[in-house]
């Protein structure tokens, strides 16, 4: 027994010899192949490390009292005390708070509101009135959040379009405060960014649906199904994986959401609700000239989107068996 097993390892060690050289001249054969993709490929991946990667070496900052005019090697070293700080500030979770909350709502409303309105679009027959509603739904896109923040204000105001059409219809008695009532806010803000980005958003999930094989509806039809089964019973199923893909990295940026909405729809009396993580590290880290202490807030939203990757990713797979997995 213990000569055949001798013999078994020899041979598995003789086949691992045999086939690391020939793995590697497949691999060394397929970059001759390919070389002008990687060659194209090349300036990009430059690109990332210089401009993504190279400066996580200011994480270090976190870790020092930083202090501009002295040197590297001059820094005081203070281990996790920023971070101690950051997670005793009161406001830290209410900034917290805030940036979650409005995350999520964009997040649900967004991509409902997008597959809802892709699956009307590619419902449509005259592709001449798909083509303008689909061109007019993804104009507000391209318009800054400094012009869209405007007409939201404005649509908004006592006087504005919004109160006229809800007293007209005798809804209300007297105008709604959307502006400066803090418990409306969130509502304020995510309805402005479902209005801006529906239409850009919509046009992978038109895509996808484009991949769909006709014959599948053609049986449908045939077994007289509707078309709103249709759209639940071969749309939605088909388009399943890329939704759940792009679930994954919407998660990802849960806590990303910039802070230009919020300054720009937001005033004084509902600064309690729009205070948002990047504008707390705008304000409270470099405003106040605490470097280290803004590169703490910052290495805390890189680890918590790292993570939320990953549990977006393992949930994916429960669900989907696998598929529309972007880490697998």
């Excluded at 809802?116 to 993804?138: C, D, G, V």
Aim: aromatic residues 12%; positive net charge; charged residues 15%.
């Amino acid at each position: 027994m213990v000569q055949v097993t001798e013999k078994v390892n020899t041979t598995k060690k003789i086949k691992k010899g045999i086939k690391k050289p020939k793995e590697r001249k497949i691999t060394w054969n397929n970059i001759k192949k390919q070389k002008c993709l990687i060659a194209m490929s090349l300036p990009f991946v430059i690109w990332v490390i210089i401009f993504k990667y190279l400066p996580l070496a200011g994480w270090t900052m976190a870790f020092q009292d930083y202090k501009p005019q002295k040197g590297f090697f001059d820094q005081t070293w203070v281990g996790f005390k920023h971070f101690i700080t950051l997670f005793k500030e009161d406001q830290f979770y209410q900034a917290l708070q805030n940036t979650l909350g409005m995350s999520i709502l964009g997040l649900v409303f967004g991509t409902i509101a997008s597959i809802t309105f892709a699956l009307l679009l590619n419902e449509i027959r005259s592709s001449k009135f798909k083509r303008t509603a689909q061109t007019i739904s993804y104009l507000p896109h391209f318009i800054s959040w400094v012009v869209a923040a405007s007409l939201v204000t404005n649509m908004l105001s006592s006087s504005g379009i919004v109160n006229e059409i809800l007293m007209k219809l005798n809804l209300i008695d007297t105008p709604i405060q959307f502006m400066s009532t803090p418990s409306m806010f969130w509502g304020v803000v995510t309805a402005s960014d479902v209005w801006k980005e529906m239409g850009w958003n919509a046009i992978i999930y038109l895509a996808a649906m484009t991949a769909i094989d006709p014959e599948l509806y053609n049986a449908a039809k045939v077994d007289g199904a509707g078309r709103f089964r249709q759209m639940f019973s071969i749309t939605l199923p088909s388009i399943k994986s890329t939704v759940l893909v792009l679930l994954i990295m919407s998660i990802g940026n849960l806590i990303n959401i910039g802070f230009e909405k919020q300054m720009l729809l937001g005033n004084p009396i509902v600064a309690s609700k729009s205070l948002v993580i990047d504008k707390y590290a705008l304000d409270y880290g470099i405003g106040m000239f605490r470097y280290s202490f803004g590169t703490a807030i910052g290495i805390f939203k890189s680890v918590v989107g790292i993570v939320l990757i990953f549990l977006a990713n393992k949930m994916s797979k429960k669900f989907n068996d696998g598929e529309g997995s972007l880490l697998s």
